[in-house]
């Protein structure tokens, strides 16, 4: 069985500050990671995907990396700004077409 | 771009009760699931379907049923609603993962808040 889970479940920073977020899962026969962020109260806002064939990708100040083997993922948000302020979801397609989430990271940028 | 359409958005619910959420997309994709979000937790996956005519228990399917006999539509069916299943719904589609067509991410509606009082 498919587990996903992220740490830490709570991040609060300074505005300007790098972070990273981790995401690790306990099956690595997945297709693709997906990485989410959910503002309060709204939907679900894809940021990054990666295949299992990648290692990374990139999109503005966010880059995502995967360590299939080891069943690890990481978010890196570079120079973090108040907008950023969010929760943060990782979740795995299983092969057979599941698509399992970690519970999520908190994140607070203080001005 | 439609995307991925949940009707309805609120809907308050009095135990013993059912309904049908809806879930529609325009993206001909294959996959479409149901998840259910509490406050202050991840997602989790309800039911799942491949296909039209195919479909498959997740993480947390008692209570619910679902169906899939078009590619466009996957409704959720809540029988003999109970306080456990307040919630917010999430409807997702995707194309076929692990194929070499590069967007095979996930769209997600914009959620359906139930509360069963």
């Known amino acids: 069985k498919q587990e996903v889970t992220q740490i830490p479940a709570a991040l609060s920073v300074p505005e300007g500050e790098n972070l990273v977020l981790n995401c690790s899962f306990t099956d690595s026969a997945i297709y693709n990671l997906q990485w989410f962020r959910q503002d309060p109260g709204k939907g679900l806002t894809s940021l990054l995907l990666i295949q299992s064939s990648q290692r990374e990708q990139t999109s503005g100040r966010l880059n995502a990396s995967l360590d299939k083997s080891s069943g690890r993922s990481t978010l890196y948000i570079a120079a973090s700004q108040p907008g950023d302020s969010a929760t943060y979801l990782c979740?795995?397609?299983?092969?057979?077409?599941?698509?399992?989430f970690g519970q999520g990271t908190e994140l607070s940028v203080k001005p | 771009n439609a995307g991925v359409t949940q009707t309805p958005k609120f809907r308050i619910l009095k135990i013993g009760q059912s309904m049908t959420l809806q879930c529609a997309q325009d993206m001909n994709h294959n996959y479409m699931y149901w998840y259910r979000q509490d406050p202050g937790m991840g997602l989790k996956l309800i039911y799942y379907s491949v296909g039209a005519g195919i479909t498959d228990k997740g993480e947390v399917p008692n209570g619910y049923n679902v169906s899939r006999s078009t590619t466009e539509d996957f409704p959720l069916r809540l029988e003999l609603a109970a306080p456990s299943q307040t919630s917010v719904y999430f409807c997702?589609?995707?194309?076929?993962?692990?194929?070499?067509?590069?967007?095979?991410?996930?769209?997600f509606g914009q959620g359906t808040r139930l509360t069963v009082v």
């Open positions: 997702a589609s995707s194309s076929l993962p692990g194929t070499a067509k590069m967007n095979t991410e996930a769209f």
């Open positions: 979740a795995v397609y299983n092969q057979g077409g599941k698509l399992i």
